[in-house]
């Protein structure tokens, strides 16, 4: 067996490259007997894609006519659903419509709203004391939010002594390298043998 042409067509057909008399002639050293096992799955891979054409069934009689009558239903399905979708839609617009007329209607019939107080004097105090509530829990809400600004005001005050330190801690950096010059330099006094003396 030829391996080096047998390697060269396999080449070939995976690039695409190959004619079909070479195809001929690659199926041909694929179906040898003493073909070596390395080539099994190059065998399995080429027979299969260039297997008999008998294998393949012949599609049945009328499966066109079958196919573009499932599309018809389909798209008969899809008008019957959006007109379903839009009735229900019309409806419910017409059914809000209806509510807010009779809404109109059943208020036009009370007389418009009607004074509850017939005495002036009780509908004053009744007034004064509505007003003092709405103060009342007006001053409640303000205190809260004196408190919340009391709050806020701590808060800033503790970013402006962060924000210091941090300016602090920058301008220190330039003696840290100071020290550690100074740490250097007693270093090698205190290693000289002539200091020791």
Do not use: C
Not at 31 to 42: G, H, K, R
């Amino acid at each position: 067996m030829n391996l080096s042409r047998l390697n060269k067509l396999l080449e070939e057909y995976y690039e695409g490259f190959l004619s079909p008399a070479d195809e001929k002639s690659l199926l041909e050293l694929l179906s040898t007997e003493d073909l070596p096992a390395e080539y099994f799955d190059d065998k399995m891979f080429v027979t299969t894609l260039h297997g008999r054409g008998d294998d393949i069934p012949e599609p049945p009689a009328g499966l066109n006519d079958r196919i573009m009558a499932a599309i018809d239903e389909s798209e008969k399905n899809k008008k019957l659903i959006h007109n379903k979708r839009r009735f229900f839609a019309v409806l419910s617009a017409a059914a809000s419509i209806l509510i807010i007329i009779s809404f109109w209607f059943i208020l036009a019939d009370n007389d418009r709203l009607k004074d509850t107080y017939q005495d002036p004097q009780l509908a004053y105090n009744e007034t004064v004391k509505i007003l003092y509530s709405l103060s009342a829990n007006l001053n409640k809400g303000m205190r809260q939010m004196s408190d919340i600004s009391m709050i806020a005001h701590a808060e800033s005050k503790m970013q402006m002594i962060s924000e210091s330190r941090s300016a602090i801690t920058d301008e220190l950096e330039p003696l840290k390298y100071l020290d550690n010059s100074m740490r250097l330099l007693n270093i090698g006094q205190n290693n000289n043998p002539e200091n020791g003396k």
